[in-house]
């Protein structure tokens, strides 16, 4: 089974920066996709950020030129990791935010489609 594990959520003011990780463990032989989602109260669910295996990184347009998805590629234990850099954090960027990995994993190489738990962003003064 593949587990998902965040970090880097936290309280920040208006304009300031924070740094989400999700790191990614379980046999995976392959990772196809990986992206930043976000949900904030009483709202649906929303793509922030996606990073397929092959094609074009997508960003929702509230955040272009804001944020930044990228993928660790320094070493073989850190390549399943995703980043979500976050700048000119505004109020309306407050809400959970979840990171979501798709590929194959173990011997049989099946697919998995898995979510991280969640890590909370509040931007306030």
């Known amino acids: 089974q593949v587990q998902l594990v965040e970090s880097g959520g936290g309280l920040v003011q208006p304009g300031g920066s924070l740094r989400l990780s999700c790191a990614a463990s379980g046999n995976i032989v392959r990772v196809n996709s990986m992206g930043w989602f976000r949900q904030a109260p009483g709202k649906q669910r929303e793509l922030v950020a996606y990073?397929?295996?092959?094609?074009?990184?997508?960003?929702?347009?509230s955040v272009k030129g804001r944020f930044t998805i990228s993928r660790d590629t320094a070493t073989d234990n850190a390549k399943n990791t995703v980043y979500l850099q976050m700048n000119s954090l505004k109020p309306e960027d407050t809400a959970v935010y979840l990171c979501?990995?798709?590929?194959?994993?173990?011997?049989?190489?099946?697919?998995?489609?898995?979510w991280g738990q969640g890590t909370q962003v509040t931007v306030c003064s």
């Open positions: 979501s990995v798709r590929g194959r994993h173990g011997i049989l190489q099946r697919d998995f489609d898995s």
């Open positions: 990073m397929p295996l092959f094609g074009t990184t997508n960003y929702a347009d």
